[in-house]
């Protein structure tokens, strides 16, 4: 279903982007963002930071070098 125009569309309940070349596949509704919200704080807690990779043990190591910064 895809009306012109129309911003979003719902499916169960839920909403979509109503988008044909979306690549955001999930709802995009207040449920959806709960979610996100309370996997961002559990990965948080998990790793005991807001960043994972291990950039500065990396960066730390003989010879390493940086090709590209952005």
Request: aromatic share 12%.
């Amino acid at each position: 279903m895809h009306n012109k125009g129309v911003n979003f569309r719902y499916t169960d309940g839920r909403r979509f982007h109503n988008v044909e070349t979306s690549n955001y596949s999930l709802p995009n509704d207040d449920q959806e963002c709960d979610r996100l919200r309370l996997q961002h704080f559990l990965w948080k807690d998990v790793w005991q930071s807001n960043f994972s990779a291990p950039a500065e043990e990396i960066l730390t190591r003989k010879r390493t070098k940086v090709l590209d910064v952005g």
